[in-house]
């Protein structure tokens, strides 16, 4: 596998750029040793500000998605890897799932079997704590509420997940694992359609993370950016941020905007409709 060009340096983003708005994972990249940075959450609503719209992308499950969709200065929300998207419209909050109700019902039996057989066979490993509040997935904790666990764990988790035929992706906190073809770029262009009425065009967002399980959307948005703690999930990736920058966490979220609202396109900074 070839080593990706590495990331540039936050500072050498371009000027001139007529974005129509910002999808962001939460953990590690709003957040920073688990909590939300307050310049991070500003961030979020000066770029509304800006008429961009802007999105969270996140391994969240659906109960904190609901909250996030309601509340934060967001225009949608895309939850458990891109299993679900919320948003609000017309004054309700909509809902939508990449899976109907009955197969995930038939998916969450599997997955429970699955979690059983797991936590017996990595030590030190549990279910995340959010793990009541999803609709879709089972997210295994290897360091937000445990003792932090070693790569080899870590793998050994992602091993168990595969072994069974499931899909699973390495975030900052936990190993997600779910049945179905979806990953975060998946659902990112269900809601596009579904909340906007038109197919998405990557060249004209830019994404924020910082984990392996970002890898898609870096991969897919030209305009990615990681923030200075995906360092260490580099080598676990086939595709890498094409910007970098210097803080970490929510704090480099907010580096970035910084950044991204003094070189936009005068022409750009009327809000965008919906």
């Known amino acids: 596998m070839a080593t990706p060009a590495p990331p540039r340096p936050i500072d050498q983003w371009p000027a001139g750029l007529a974005l129509q708005g910002v999808l962001c994972d939460i ?24 008429g961009l719209r802007v999105v969270p992308v996140t391994g969240r499950p659906a109960g904190w998605v609901d909250q996030i969709a309601r509340i934060w200065p967001v225009d949608a929300v895309v939850g458990e890897n891109g299993g679900l998207w ?107 359609q579904d909340r906007w009425g038109a197919p998405l065009d990557p060249s004209r967002w830019a994404f924020f993370g910082d984990s392996a399980n970002d890898e898609p959307m870096f991969g897919a948005f ?19 941020p094409s910007f970098i920058t210097k803080q970490p966490g929510g704090h480099g979220f907010a580096e970035a905007v910084d950044v991204l609202l003094n070189r936009r396109a005068p022409e750009a900074a009327t809000p965008a409709a919906g």
């Open 222 to 240: 030209p305009w990615s950016v990681g923030v200075a703690n995906v360092d260490r999930f580099l080598p676990r990736m086939a595709s890498w």
């Open 27 to 50: 953990d590690d990249t709003l957040t920073h040793e688990g909590r939300l940075v307050p310049a991070a959450l500003l961030g979020l609503a000066r770029l509304q500000e800006a």
């Open 86 to 192: 919320f948003w609000m419209g017309e004054g309700k909050l909509q809902r939508r799932f990449l899976q109907p109700e009955a197969e995930r019902a038939q998916n969450r039996a599997r997955l429970d079997a699955l979690a059983a057989a797991l936590l017996a066979e990595v030590p030190g490993c549990a279910l995340a704590s959010d793990q009541g509040y999803r609709a879709l997935d089972l997210a295994i904790d290897f360091c937000e509420d445990v003792p932090p666990l070693s790569e080899a764990a870590v793998d050994q988790i992602v091993a168990a997940f595969t072994r069974r035929g499931a899909t699973c992706k390495v975030s900052s906190i936990h190993v997600n694992g779910w049945f179905g073809a979806f990953d975060k770029l998946t659902g990112v262009h269900r809601l596009h």
